[in-house]
């Protein structure tokens, strides 16, 4: 993490200049955030030693479809609960969060951490919750529309057009899902395991969430699924692994276009290689 003094901030991100009003006194702390792919963040520490994280709305966020209102809406909504951080601030600038105290978990999260904890927002009551619905046809379009196609392998678009509908499942079921819960995502605190950066969370299939999490981790479907029905008490985890099994390509999808698009928004040649494997994962 850079540190750095409020002026020099403010040089890189005049997003912050919205916060003049938050903060009585200029943060005496400043950090730019390593990693998060789809926006940089900030660490900012006020003069009372409080620590917040400043997440910009800005036209990359756009791009991959992050609304920090919709953002703000469900931490508010989740905030009786102790893994997620608490919203303080929303302007058109962006959200301010709560800073999570801890420890990312980075290589250090095993797969029962993982299973439990997607059981445990999975389990969120979210009838009385103003929580955006997940798309899969509209999310995948508006990373597609944005794409240079012209400079894309054919195969791409077969791939597209192939799994751009939904899986489909004999049940229909809706939770609460993060959609982007991997060991970069979770912190260790005093009060258990948190999760942070919830902007692409919305309700959907928790089997599509069981399948994004076994793409970003690695982690073997079949002992995952189960592991995650013992937790959860289900009785028929052949049911279900069947479920994330006819989700998994189209997470992958999802995975490829959005990592084309970071390519193309970037120039970053990891992102095509990313993007690449997943689509010979695809036609595999």
Same mark, same amino acid.
């Given at each position: 993490?850079?540190?750095?003094?409020?002026?020099?901030?403010? $040089?890189?991100? !005049?997003?912050?200049? %919205?916060?003049?009003?938050?903060?009585?006194? @200029?943060?005496?702390? #400043?950090?730019?955030?390593?990693?998060?792919?789809?926006?940089?963040?900030?660490?900012?520490?006020?003069?009372?030693?409080?620590? &917040?994280?400043?997440?910009?709305?800005?036209? #990359? %966020?756009? /791009?991959?479809?992050?609304?920090?209102?919709?953002?703000?809406?469900?931490? *508010?909504? =989740?905030?009786? &609960? /102790?893994? %997620?951080?608490?919203?303080?601030?929303?302007?058109?600038?962006?959200?301010?969060?709560?800073? =999570?105290? $801890?420890?990312?978990?980075?290589?250090?999260?095993?797969?029962? !951490?993982?299973?439990?904890?997607?059981?445990? #927002?999975?389990?969120?009551?979210?009838?009385?919750?103003?929580?955006?619905?997940?798309?899969?046809?509209?999310?995948? !379009?508006?990373?597609?529309?944005?794409?240079?196609?012209? *400079?894309?392998?054919?195969?791409?678009? /077969?791939? &597209?057009?192939?799994?751009?509908?939904?899986?489909?499942?004999?049940? @229909?079921?809706?939770?609460?899902?993060?959609?982007?819960? $991997?060991? +970069?995502?979770?912190?260790?605190?005093?009060?258990?395991?948190?999760?942070?950066?919830?902007? +692409?969370?919305? #309700? $959907?299939?928790?089997?599509?969430?069981?399948?994004?999490?076994?793409?970003?981790?690695?982690?073997?479907?079949?002992?995952?699924?189960?592991?995650?029905?013992?937790?959860?008490?289900?009785?028929?985890?052949?049911?279900?692994?069947?479920?994330?099994?006819?989700?998994?390509?189209?997470? @992958?999808?999802?995975?490829?276009?959005?990592?084309?698009?970071?390519?193309?928004?970037?120039?970053?040649?990891? &992102?095509?290689?990313?993007?690449?494997?997943?689509?010979? %994962?695809?036609?595999?």
């Amino acid at each position: 993490m850079a540190k750095m003094n409020w002026d020099e901030a403010l $040089g890189l991100d !005049d997003s912050l200049a %919205s916060l003049s009003e938050f903060f009585v006194t @200029q943060p005496g702390e #400043i950090e730019l955030l390593s990693g998060g792919l789809s926006n940089r963040c900030w660490k900012l520490t006020d003069a009372q030693g409080r620590h &917040y994280v400043w997440r910009p709305a800005t036209s #990359i %966020s756009q /791009a991959f479809g992050v609304s920090r209102a919709n953002e703000y809406y469900l931490l *508010r909504a =989740l905030s009786h &609960y /102790a893994f %997620s951080p608490q919203a303080v601030l929303l302007n058109k600038s962006g959200l301010l969060v709560e800073w =999570l105290e $801890g420890h990312v978990m980075t290589g250090a999260v095993s797969s029962l !951490d993982l299973m439990t904890t997607l059981a445990t #927002i999975h389990q969120v009551e979210i009838n009385d919750k103003p929580i955006q619905k997940f798309n899969l046809p509209e999310r995948v !379009d508006l990373y597609w529309m944005q794409l240079d196609t012209e *400079r894309l392998d054919p195969q791409v678009e /077969a791939l &597209y057009r192939r799994f751009r509908e939904p899986a489909y499942t004999p049940n @229909q079921l809706r939770t609460l899902c993060h959609l982007d819960l $991997g060991d +970069y995502n979770m912190i260790r605190t005093p009060r258990g395991i948190g999760v942070i950066d919830w902007e +692409y969370s919305a #309700i $959907g299939d928790p089997r599509m969430d069981l399948a994004m999490t076994c793409q970003v981790a690695g982690l073997d479907v079949s002992d995952s699924v189960l592991s995650y029905c013992q937790i959860r008490g289900i009785e028929e985890p052949q049911v279900w692994l069947e479920g994330v099994q006819e989700w998994l390509p189209r997470v @992958q999808l999802i995975g490829m276009l959005w990592f084309y698009l970071g390519y193309q928004l970037w120039g970053d040649e990891l &992102y095509r290689q990313r993007a690449e494997q997943l689509k010979q %994962s695809l036609l595999a």
